[in-house]
């Protein structure tokens, strides 16, 4: 057997162990951030002005700062206010508050592009407001969310990495700890390399299913 | 927990110190994304699958796995060594700005195809009608179509990197975060150093972001 | 002017206005409408009459004047024995009596055609899901598409689709029914099939219906009384015997002259 593949089979227990925790922690990152993202993305709509001043204040502090500085913040800064958070709560909080920042932008958008018709005629049935976000405008609107919202699940995948940089024993974290171990540092990192890529393939393949199958029926070209 | 103005004031000037690594990494590593985009932009439409294809997938690759993994890559795996000059150019830095300009070369790549692609094919038709060489058709015709609309995404991928440049932090390079955090752990008092960072972040995006708002009005083009 | 029956009338307009900023659209609508008449709104482009329709739908609000349904205001409501704006509930509740057909159909997209029937009278009129269906499945069958309830809006002709959005408004079963140019988008054979509809509906009840239309032909036959608007004023209110053979104004006789040249 070649020697680097006899590495890599000695090695990969410790880095699957590093691969679970990245996973875990993308996808309670995109958890929040589907939250956020609906919760932002609407209230910046609201009719409500401090709502809606808020969501804008989350929105451009998290867009306008870097995810790293943010996670640093989160788990150095917090403690002082004496809010102790560990390392995997740190990671997710960060990256949904952070690509929740971005989605919401997309939320936004592909709600107002519902046209106009469609809350007409809600309004026209009757209705209630709550029924006509969740019943009629929503739905539609989530098909074009889910191409934007892919990319910025990987954006918060590629992230996940920056949590090895508060010692969380993620994927990137391992890497580090094998190569400093046995300095076989090309072997390492290309298969990390790998493995993420995968996973980025599995989340768009997840989100071009989900497209596939909310569009049926769906002309999007045409008249409604 | 109170703000200690005292501090804040006497770490400001190592900071701003700081800052200029920041800046210098952000406009060297993108003016070598600029260039590297565009030449992966050209390979990937070459007719020859041999080179089209490889040059597709390193814009994939790179696009979907983490900025810190591939830092780490070159740190250790194509580490540029040069004699120190005591300056802000010191190995780490150069390393670190290389492993950022091709990161974002495969984000300018992906914006320079669009550009291409949304310039009309009667325009490549009306140049070889006129019988004009490949180069000439480039320069001549289609790049001065091709640029002035994606000018405004090519800012936001600024803003980008900006925002990554906090990474240096992982391979030693002594920029606004590294720094923020030797003040801080020195001291033990964080929550003054990383706010001035984050906010440092923000007004510069908020800046910028406003500047690409005025680009895209000057960059729309009259009759599109 | 037309004999009124006794008691309220279903609906009525009193000193209506309303602006688009320094656009004045509809500048004083006084009108009453007594229950189960079938009214033709005509009158140019522009003149207000989608306007007219939209505020006693609520989708515009009036910046002027009172609208009533059944006797009670639209948009205010009594407290403390003092008229103040009305609120959500208020105006939920008599917007209840009232559903609209629009130009474009509006169809719900991500809905199949049975649903698109059937999600209203579930979740605002409290139906179960059988009932629902069965009252969905009658209505569909009435506008002749029993066979499409399993389509989505996508994949019907425009004739079908404003089938599907007439059957929607019917299924909730409303007191007075606004019908917005419903023929205005369609290819011209379709056009027929849907005014045979509105003539079936006005046969088949007492509802109240409100038919903005460029079809002279079934102002003058199958409504029972014609109005025409003129620069958001109704100018001429008749029977539409009188105001095709013998209108009162002259702006009324030049637009009818206009229109019914082009659609001879
Ligand atoms: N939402 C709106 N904002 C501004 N102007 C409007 C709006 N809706 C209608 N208008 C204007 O009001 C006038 C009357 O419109 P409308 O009632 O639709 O006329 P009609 O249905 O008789 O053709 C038109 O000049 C139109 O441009
Ligand atoms: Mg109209």
């Known amino acids: 057997m070649p020697p680097f593949l006899e590495f890599l089979i000695a090695t990969f227990p410790m880095l699957w162990r590093g691969l679970v925790i990245t996973i875990q922690l993308a996808l309670g990152g995109i958890a929040l951030a589907i939250v ?97 976000l969740w019943r009629i405008i929503v739905p539609q609107a989530v098909v074009s969310m889910l191409p934007p919202m892919g990319t910025i699940f990987i954006e918060l995948l590629k992230n996940t990495a920056l949590a090895a940089l508060i010692t969380l024993n993620e994927l990137t974290f391992v890497a580090k700890q094998i190569r400093d171990d046995t300095q076989r540092t090309t072997e390492v990192f290309l298969a990390v390399l790998v493995m993420y890529f995968a996973v980025a393939l599995c989340i768009t393949a997840v989100m071009r299913t989900a497209e596939w199958w909310l569009s049926r029926g769906l002309d999007r070209g045409g008249v409604r | ?28 590593g993108f003016s070598m994304a600029l260039v590297g985009g565009l030449v992966l932009t050209i390979l ?80 490549w038709e009306a ?57 801080g752990s ?39 | 002017m037309l004999e009124q029956e006794a008691g309220p009338p279903i609906i009525r307009f009193r000193g209506l206005e309303k602006s688009f900023g320094d656009l004045h659209v509809l500048r004083g609508i006084d009108l009453d409408i007594p229950e189960g008449q079938c009214v033709s709104i005509i009158g140019a482009s522009g003149s207000g009459k989608s306007t007219l329709l939209r505020v006693l739908m609520t989708l515009e609000h009036p910046t002027g004047g009172r609208v009533e349904v059944e006797g009670e205001s639209l948009y205010t409501m009594k407290r403390n024995g003092e008229e103040v704006p009305a609120n959500r509930a208020h ?4 917007r209840r009596k009232i559903c609209m057909v629009f130009q474009h159909f509006n169809l719900f ?48 002709s425009g004739g079908q689709k404003q ?35 509105l003539r079936e509906i006005k046969q088949q009840g007492d509802m109240t219906m409100l038919i903005v239309t460029h079809e002279m032909k079934f102002a003058r036959d199958s409504s029972d009384r014609v109005l025409f608007v003129d620069e958001g004023v109704i100018l001429e209110d008749s029977d539409p015997q009188q105001m095709f053979t013998n209108p009162e104004h002259e702006r009324t006789r030049r637009f009818l002259d206009t229109v019914l040249s082009e659609q001879a």
Not at chain 2, 4 to 25: H, K, M, Q, S
Not at chain 2, 102 to 122: C, F, M, Q, W
Not at chain 2, 141 to 169: E, H, R, S, W
Request: charged share 15%; glycine share 6%.
């Open chain 1, 36 to 132: 956020m993202s609906l919760a932002a993305g609407l209230g910046k709509m609201s009719k409500i002005p401090p709502l809606r001043w808020l969501c804008i204040a989350y929105i451009e502090v998290f867009r306008g700062t870097s995810a790293l500085v943010q996670l640093f913040w989160f788990y150095f800064v917090l403690p002082f206010f004496g809010v102790s958070i560990t390392e995997f709560q740190a990671g997710v909080l960060v990256l949904g508050l952070n690509a929740g920042s971005y989605g919401a932008e997309v939320v936004r958008g592909a709600i107002q592009a519902v046209p106009r018709g469609q809350y007409e005629a809600a309004i026209a049935l009757n209705f209630t407001p709550m029924q006509r």
């Open chain 3, 91 to 94: 105006i939920r509740r008599i």
């Open chain 2, 44 to 123: 990937r439409r070459s007719p020859f699958r041999i080179i089209s294809w490889p040059a597709n997938f390193i814009v994939e690759f790179v696009r979907s796995t983490p900025l810190l993994v591939q830092l780490y890559f070159f740190y250790f795996v194509f580490p540029v060594e040069i004699p120190d000059m005591g300056g802000i150019f010191t190995s780490a830095f150069i390393t670190g700005v290389l492993a950022l300009a091709l990161h974002y070369s495969s984000y300018t790549s992906e914006v320079y195809r669009a550009g291409i692609d949304a310039v009309p094919k009667g325009q």
């Open chain 2, 127 to 183: 140049a070889a009608a006129l019988n004009m060489s490949g180069g000439r058709t480039w320069t001549s015709v289609i790049l001065p179509q091709a640029i002035p609309p994606i000018l405004p995404a090519l800012g936001n991928y600024l803003i980008a990197m900006f925002k990554d440049t906090p990474l240096l932090y992982a391979i030693t390079v002594v920029e606004l975060l590294t720094t923020a955090y030797q003040i």
């Open chain 2, 1 to 28: 927990m109170e703000w200690d103005w005292a501090l804040t004031w006497e770490i400001l000037p190592e900071l701003a110190r700081a800052f200029r690594v920041t800046v210098a990494a952000t406009i060297i």
């Open chain 3, 163 to 197: 089938r599907v959005a007439i059957a929607r408004a019917l299924a909730m079963q409303p007191k007075i029914m606004l019908f917005d140019e419903i023929t205005s988008a369609l290819d011209p054979e379709l056009v027929g099939g849907i005014l045979d509809l």
């Open chain 2, 186 to 224: 020195a001291r033990f008092q964080y929550v003054e150093a990383f706010t001035i960072v984050g906010v440092l972040f923000l007004i510069v995006s908020l800046m910028s972001a406003w500047l690409i708002r005025r680009m895209e009005r000057w960059t729309a083009l009259p009759s599109h």
């Open chain 3, 109 to 156: 997209p991500h809905m199949k055609v049975l649903r698109n029937v059937t999600e209203a009278p579930i979740h605002v009129l409290g139906l179960s899901r059988e009932e629902a269906n069965q009252r969905g499945r009658s209505y569909l069958e009435m506008v002749g598409l029993s066979d499409k309830v399993d389509a989505y809006p996508a994949q019907l």
